[in-house]
């Protein structure tokens, strides 16, 4: 009896297994792990350039500007700075702001970041500072730099009606509460006044020295 090929006793011979399916199945789990890496590393990129890029533009002084300067793009240079917080980067002038009008009202040196405060218009250039020594209770709570406020004082006798110093003047500064809690605390307000408000100074300071000033502050 002649076996025919690949037999052999009758049985025929085994087959070689076929790998090919699951080699297929590695590649694609490969494939995928590689995709995964790939997206993973590019977020991480994406974030990373954004937190890298976390910055404010503002001015600096190219160069000494005294007091009484008015302000122009030619005197100034543009800086990025990673501030903490956004109430930290408002102190100072953004890159991006109008400095048309603008005057320094203080000496700022070169390479400095120039305060807001230091830059203001050519009307709050012309205000005349007054502090004001305010109790607690005489002003809202929240009183901030920029509200606007009218001025009364409440005499010490009872009888005495209180009376309007000054409307809408612009506060300036607002410091933290002096004394001790309660009736004896007291704020310290610095306002500012326009050239009109002034022949109304010598009376007001009169009044408020035998009484009690109180800001009434206009809607924000």
Same mark, same amino acid.
């Given at each position: 009896?002649?076996?025919?090929?690949?037999?052999?006793?009758?049985?025929?011979?085994?087959?070689?297994?076929?790998?090919?399916?699951?080699?297929?199945?590695?590649?694609?789990?490969?494939?995928?792990?590689?995709?995964?890496?790939?997206?993973?590393?590019?977020?991480?990129?994406?974030?990373?350039?954004?937190?890298?890029?976390?910055?404010?533009?503002?001015?600096?002084?190219?160069?000494?500007?005294?007091?009484?300067?008015?302000?122009?793009?030619?005197?100034?240079?543009?800086?990025?700075?990673?501030?903490?917080?956004?109430?930290?980067?408002?102190?100072?002038?953004?890159?991006?702001?109008?400095?048309?009008?603008?005057?320094?009202?203080?000496?700022?040196? +070169? %390479?400095?970041?120039?305060? @807001? &405060?230091?830059? #203001?218009?050519?009307?709050?250039? $012309?205000?005349?500072? /007054? *502090?004001?020594?305010?109790?607690?209770?005489?002003?809202?709570?929240?009183?901030?730099?920029?509200?606007?406020?009218?001025?009364?004082?409440?005499?010490?006798?009872?009888?005495?009606?209180?009376?309007?110093?000054?409307?809408?003047?612009?506060?300036?500064?607002?410091?933290?509460?002096?004394?001790? +809690? %309660?009736?004896?605390?007291? @704020? &310290?307000?610095? #306002?500012?006044?326009?050239?009109? $408000?002034?022949?109304? /100074? *010598?009376?007001?300071?009169?009044?408020?020295?035998?009484?009690?000033?109180?800001?009434?502050?206009?809607?924000?």
């Amino acid at each position: 009896m002649v076996e025919s090929p690949g037999v052999r006793g009758g049985f025929a011979a085994p087959s070689t297994p076929t790998l090919r399916n699951r080699r297929a199945r590695w590649k694609d789990g490969r494939l995928v792990l590689g995709v995964l890496l790939v997206a993973i590393t590019a977020l991480a990129g994406a974030k990373l350039l954004a937190s890298a890029d976390d910055t404010t533009a503002i001015w600096a002084a190219d160069h000494d500007l005294p007091s009484g300067t008015k302000l122009s793009s030619g005197d100034l240079t543009t800086v990025r700075v990673r501030f903490t917080s956004s109430e930290a980067a408002g102190q100072y002038v953004a890159a991006d702001a109008d400095l048309k009008g603008l005057v320094v009202v203080r000496a700022i040196g +070169a %390479g400095e970041f120039v305060p @807001r &405060q230091a830059a #203001v218009t050519q009307a709050d250039n $012309d205000r005349t500072e /007054l *502090p004001l020594s305010i109790a607690t209770g005489r002003l809202p709570a929240d009183t901030a730099a920029g509200d606007q406020v009218d001025v009364w004082v409440v005499p010490k006798a009872a009888d005495e009606p209180a009376k309007k110093l000054w409307d809408t003047i612009r506060v300036v500064q607002v410091d933290a509460v002096k004394g001790v +809690a %309660g009736s004896s605390a007291r @704020r &310290q307000v610095l #306002v500012g006044l326009d050239p009109s $408000d002034l022949p109304k /100074l *010598p009376a007001a300071l009169a009044a408020m020295s035998t009484g009690e000033p109180v800001l009434v502050r206009r809607g924000r």
